[in-house]
C-alpha cells in the first residue's frame, strides 16, 4: 500500500489531467465520472456542479474510489487507485486559494465554462477526498 504523499504517486496524479472518481448511488450501484482535480499530499479536490447526481451521492454517502491509468508508449502500465471519503468544502480562505490553483491548472478551459470570472459560481461544490487506501503500479 501507498501513501498519496509518497513522491511517484503525486508525480504520477500531477501529471495526469482527468481521473475517474466512483460515487454510490442509492441502490449501492458504482456511478463513474471523469472529473478534472488537484493532486494534494493529503487529498484530492475536485470541483462540480451543485445539483447533479454525483454531488447528491456524495452527499449521502461520502465513500469514493478515484482511479487513473496510463500505458506508456514502451506498453508498461501505470496508475494509481484511491479510496476514500469526500467532504464538501464550506467558503473559505482556503477554499478560495484552491480555486485559484484550480483556474492556473485548468487556464482558460475553466474561465470560459465560468463565463470568464476566476470567481467560483454559486452553483458550483468543491470537494476534498481524503484517502483511506492508496494503491499504485508501475510508478518504478
Do not use: C
Not at 30 to 42: I, K, V
Amino acid at each position: 500500500m501507498n501513501a498519496l504523499s509518497d513522491p511517484p504517486v503525486q508525480s504520477f496524479l500531477a501529471a495526469r489531467e482527468v481521473v475517474v472518481l466512483a460515487t454510490l448511488m442509492p441502490d449501492g450501484a458504482p456511478a463513474a465520472t471523469p472529473m478534472w482535480f488537484l493532486p494534494e499530499p493529503d487529498a484530492l479536490v475536485m470541483l462540480s456542479v451543485d445539483g447533479l447526481r454525483k454531488v447528491a451521492n456524495l452527499a449521502r454517502d461520502p465513500r469514493v474510489a478515484v482511479a487513473a491509468e496510463t500505458t506508456t508508449p514502451e506498453g508498461a502500465v501505470r496508475g494509481v487507485t484511491v479510496r476514500g471519503r469526500a467532504e464538501i468544502l464550506a467558503d473559505s480562505a482556503e477554499r478560495r486559494a484552491l480555486v485559484a490553483r484550480f483556474l492556473d491548472r485548468y487556464h482558460p478551459r475553466l474561465e470560459r465554462i465560468w463565463g470568464g470570472s476566476r470567481v467560483m459560481p454559486a452553483n458550483r461544490v468543491m470537494f476534498r477526498i481524503r484517502p483511506g487506501r492508496v494503491r499504485s503500479w508501475g510508478l518504478g
